[in-house]
């Protein structure tokens, strides 16, 4: 090689004519310059173009990382260990909001209600287009012969009652209300009980952060924020499970990168993390303690270069078992990620091969369990697959103005949460000032706005629950029912129905519940599109309108065209064609958001107004 300041001779550029520049010594970037350093030996040829086509080929193949023993004890330390552990999390978290819906809201006659079977006529009517109502209905009342004739085959209407407008149970107001207390009194006992900096906040990253920084808020904070997601699940709180999975499978990704060093505080701030690790890294070298490593740092691999493959594994193997099939969670962290392309951090190929490993893992040991995951397949009647929709200009054409129409719920919605977190604010520091006045906070150094907003929000929740009782809960329980049952209800009730949900999650994360907005959104979807179905039966397939509304509402601010597209065919078993119209809808959807910049206009006015007063952290739940 050259001396410093002699050039090159010309047999020496000849030798290595494309040299990369030098990177630094990570285990990471030592494999994605695997593929650099491949590419570099290609001998150039200016006669063709092949040299400049096997580069591409070697860049778009990626690294060879199963070459390395790094990615081996990746595997073998944190894939495989975290699809273990957070299966069982998951099953955990599952049972018990499960166990609290079952003995307090979802009772026999509601679950009655949700599995009602409408008669013949409406079967008929919901699920078939004209040119093969015949058909089925000669099929069905051939099935109600078999079954002992209409008696057996369908329930009176009037168990479907008490899913109707005002038919809600007055009592849902005291559950929701005592669930917001139980909430509150969890963040104030784990905030008294903790350090300050591991202190449950007022408002935390929801998971979109945890996929884009890769990075924990506190390793600590999944217990408390498991514990209270549960609670406000059960109960019935509009809330998603997708935040407080994210949040946990991020804390145990980052806790293994970081050979279980626990007890230093991560910051929300990416840069002042760094700063902070490499402080505290500092002050370990120097300290007597730093020759002392723990019993796990002895067992486990160094992972400290590693941290954020960890980390996707953690939140890959959270969501794993969260929609039907493991594939969607390393799907949507990788499509939310943006970890790659030129100057990412990440290799793809790689990203896949560790994610779905966590994730199958995970997937395999729930399912075993529990026989379904999360967000299951939608039950429809069998003979609606038979008139599955073919790919059709005015059936894809249905599919984009669905799409704009849902964009437009979708920021509808982003704007009444918006509106619901402002007041929520408002309310915590008016409760907080009243506790200032009694001294409560002095004395004793509890939050009256921790521990009382989210009694106040339940109390609300509750009241739009006795006026619409399909919006308790994240809507999972309620979705077929509302397909199956539209034209029972009545688009009336329906429209009203998406509406009020909106506000319940507005009301459910601005006042301190915990989880996310994104099942609520797809429930809200649903009702949309059984709306569209019911408002134009004729000439619209209710199998076009409901899955491209299910996912395009919450598509409008969630940039995973992809995997929501691939969501709505396996949640109501579409197939290809079918699902033609549903991606249209999702980029249209999207599009009509984000892709004219309202949702980027609003985050950087919020921000501006942040800067010029108290600025306080990410969002609530």
């Keep these: 090689m050259p001396q410093d300041n002699v050039p090159p001779t010309p047999e020496e550029e000849a030798e290595v004519p494309f040299a990369p520049e030098p990177t630094p010594a990570t285990k990471s970037n030592t494999k994605n310059a695997d593929t650099a350093a491949a590419a570099s030996s290609i001998p150039h040829k200016d006669s063709n173009g092949e040299e400049d086509f096997a580069a591409s080929l070697l860049d778009l193949l990626g690294p060879a990382y199963a070459r390395h023993a790094q990615f081996w004890k990746g595997c073998f330390w944190s894939s495989i260990p975290q699809g273990v552990v957070l299966a069982f999390v998951l099953l955990g978290f599952k049972n018990l909001y499960d166990w609290l819906a079952k003995i307090t809201w979802l009772t026999h006659e509601y679950e009655e209600a949700l599995e009602f079977i409408p008669d013949l006529e409406n079967m008929i009517q919901t699920f078939t287009e004209l040119p093969f109502a015949n058909l089925l209905e000669g099929a069905l009342t051939e099935a109600v012969a078999e079954g002992g004739g209409h008696g057996e085959f369908e329930r009176d209407s009037h168990v479907v009652d008490i899913l109707k407008l005002g038919n809600g149970e007055w009592w849902y107001v005291g559950l929701l209300a005592a669930a917001g207390l139980g909430v509150g009194l969890i963040k104030t006992v784990w905030t008294l009980l903790v350090p300050t900096e591991h202190a449950y906040p007022q408002k935390m990253p929801g998971f979109i952060y945890d996929v884009r920084e890769l990075r924990a808020h506190s390793v600590y904070l999944p217990i408390p924020v498991l514990l209270c997601s549960a609670i406000s699940i059960g109960c019935g709180a509009s809330c998603g499970p997708e935040a407080p999975l994210g949040t946990t499978g991020t804390?145990?990704?980052?806790?293994?990168?970081?050979?279980?060093?626990?007890?230093?505080?991560?910051?929300?701030?990416?840069?002042?993390?760094?700063?902070?690790?490499?402080?505290?890294?500092?002050?370990?070298?120097?300290?007597?303690?730093?020759?002392?490593?723990?019993?796990?740092?002895?067992?486990?691999?160094?992972?400290?270069?590693?941290?954020?493959?960890?980390?996707?594994?953690?939140?890959?193997?959270?969501?794993?078992?969260?929609?039907?099939?493991?594939?969607?969670?390393?799907?949507?962290?990788?499509?939310?990620?943006?970890?790659?392309?030129?100057?990412?951090?990440?290799?793809?190929?790689?990203?896949?091969?560790?994610?779905?490993?966590?994730?199958?893992?995970?997937?395999?040991?729930?399912?075993?369990?529990?026989?379904?995951?999360?967000?299951?397949?939608?039950?429809?009647?069998?003979?609606?697959?038979?008139?599955?929709?073919?790919?059709?200009?005015?059936?894809?054409?249905?599919?984009?103005?669905?799409?704009?129409?849902?964009?437009?719920?979708?920021?509808?919605?982003?704007?009444?949460?918006?509106?619901?977190?402002?007041?929520?604010?408002?309310?915590?520091?008016?409760?907080?000032?009243?506790?200032?006045?009694?001294?409560?906070?002095?004395?004793?150094?509890?939050?009256?706005?921790?521990?009382?907003?989210?009694?106040?929000?339940?109390a609300l929740v509750g009241l739009l629950c006795v006026a619409a009782p399909l919006i308790l809960s994240d809507g999972g329980e309620q979705l077929g029912a509302v397909i199956s049952l539209g034209k029972v209800l009545g688009s009336g009730t329906l429209v009203v129905t998406g509406l009020l949900k909106l506000l319940a999650v507005s009301i459910s994360l601005g006042f301190g519940f915990v989880g996310g907005p994104v099942f609520p959104f797809i429930f809200t979807g649903i009702c949309v599109g059984t709306v569209a179905h019911l408002l134009f039966e004729d000439s619209m397939n209710i199998l076009v309108s409901v899955p491209a509304c299910m996912v395009a509402v919450p598509c409008a601010f969630v940039p995973a065209v992809f995997t929501f597209t691939t969501l709505a065919s396996m949640v109501l078993a579409l197939g290809g064609a079918a699902t033609s119209p549903v991606f249209f809808a999702c980029f249209c959807s999207y599009t009509t958001v984000c892709g004219f910049g309202i949702v980027q206009d609003f985050v950087v006015k919020k921000m501006g107004k942040g800067n010029g007063g108290d600025n306080k952290e990410g969002g609530n739940g």
């Design 251 to 458: 804390a145990l990704g980052q806790i293994l990168a970081g050979r279980w060093r626990v007890g230093r505080h991560e910051a929300v701030s990416a840069n002042k993390a760094d700063k902070e690790e490499k402080a505290d890294s500092n002050d370990k070298e120097s300290s007597p303690e730093a020759k002392k490593p723990s019993f796990f740092s002895t067992l486990l691999p160094d992972f400290s270069n590693d941290r954020e493959y960890c980390v996707m594994d953690g939140i890959s193997a959270a969501f794993g078992a969260l929609f039907p099939s493991q594939y969607l969670g390393p799907m949507l962290v990788i499509e939310l990620g943006g970890h790659w392309g030129p100057g990412g951090k990440l290799s793809l190929t790689e990203t896949v091969a560790r994610t779905g490993l966590s994730a199958s893992i995970s997937y395999t040991i729930f399912v075993t369990l529990a026989d379904k995951t999360l967000l299951e397949q939608i039950p429809l009647p069998a003979a609606a697959y038979d008139l599955l929709p073919k790919v059709d200009p005015i059936e894809m054409l249905q599919g984009a103005l669905l799409g704009i129409i849902c964009g437009l719920v979708g920021c509808l919605g982003l704007v009444i949460v918006g509106v619901g977190r402002a007041i929520g604010d408002k309310v915590w520091a008016m409760l907080d000032s009243v506790g200032d006045r009694v001294g409560l906070k002095n004395a004793t150094g509890i939050s009256l706005g921790l521990l009382l907003t989210p009694v106040v929000g339940g």
